[in-house]
Structures are given as C-alpha cells and as structure tokens.
C-alpha cells in the first residue's frame, strides 16, 4: 500500500504518520525531515536547500525530484510507503508520476488532513522536538515530563526555526499557491480523503483508518 499524506504545516502529518507508519509498516518519506538531514550533515543538497527552508519558500523541484527518485528505489519502499511532504507543486506531481511509472509503483490514496488557521497557529509555535530522536512533544497539548528535555532521549528539545507564526503565514500562502493545484490534480482520480484534523490525536487517527479500510 502506498500513500501519500497531505496538509498545511502544523495540520499534523508528523504526528499521524508515525502511527500509520507504526499500524502499517510502511517506509516514511519525508522530504522536510530528508532536507533537515542534508542540512546538518551539510551535504552540498543541505547547503543549498537551508536558505530556501529558512525563508519558509519551497527548495527547487529539481533538487527534489532528484531526491524522491533516489529514495523510492530503496528496498525499505517494497511493502509500501508513505510519502509525507512532496508532492507540493504539480511539477513535483507529475515528476513522482513518472518516477513512480519507473519503479512499477503507483498511489493508492491520498490523506489531505484539514485544519483552521488558528488551530495551526497554535500548534506550529507551541511544538517542540528533540534534534537526538526526533520525538515531537507540544508546551499544551504534549508537554515533556521535564520542561525542555526529551522524555525519551534526556537529549534538550528545540524549536524548529521556521516554526514561527510569521513563517507559518509564508508557508501558507505557499501551500494555497502551489499545493492546493496538486490537491485537485489527485481528486480529478478519485484519489482523496479529506480528514478533518482539528480535533484531538486518536479521533483523527480513526477517520484516517476507516478511509485506509476503504482502499
Ligand atoms: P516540512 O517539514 O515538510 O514542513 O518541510 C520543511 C521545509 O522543507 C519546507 O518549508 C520547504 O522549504 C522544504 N521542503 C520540504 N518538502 C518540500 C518539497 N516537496 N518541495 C519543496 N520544498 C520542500
């Protein structure tokens, strides 16, 4: 089973696809936390994405195609995947068509999860994560035992630079300008499923279950 999930920044896609990758076992794509990585190992793809990133502005279709391409032929992708993050511009749309064609892969649904600005405003400037392990936490809804260090790790937790309500309005407008055209472009297939993801962690994880029964 491949697919993909969808959203504005703050709708909630980390969250819920470790668990759809922990209930299904499949391999979680992340072009955000792909480009993250590169960043800190200062690969020659980080070097140049950091400054697109910290701008909150997309990082060019062609460094993420190349990317995408390189990760799909992974053998972890065999038992399915769940790409989260890309595609977010229909150029980036029909390059995964073909590069899914290549490999003999196609989507089986997409995940839009829906979400009111308010909601995402909140959630964006009260998230936390630890760099070590990646564990996500929240100062209302998912506070650390100890304030400011990971309850898994011991490691300090951090909060993602762009992850500023200033930065969530320029990702917005990004995400209505180039990602809403992909949205349309997997309904036209039938592909969507809208969830309404306002609403707390494990009702949302529910809807999406129901829809995954319904592939
Ligand atoms: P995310 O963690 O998915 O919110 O991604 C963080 C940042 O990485 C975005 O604001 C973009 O600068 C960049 N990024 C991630 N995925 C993509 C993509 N598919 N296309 C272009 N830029 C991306």
Known sequence: MNLLIMGPAGSGKGTMSEKIKQKYQLAHISTGDMLREAVKKQTSLGLEALNYMNAGKLVPDTLINSMVDERIKQDDTKVGFLMDGFPRTLVQAEAFDEILHT??????????????????????????LCKNCGSIYHIKNKPSKVEGVCDMCGNNLVQRSDDTVEQLEIRLQEHKKNTEPVLEYYRKQGLVVDIQAGKPVDEIFKDIERAIKQI
């Open 103 to 128: 490999n003999n892969k196609n989507i089986d649904c997409v995940i839009n999860l829906v979400v009111d600005f308010e909601v995402l405003a909140d959630r964006i400037t009260g998230r936390r």
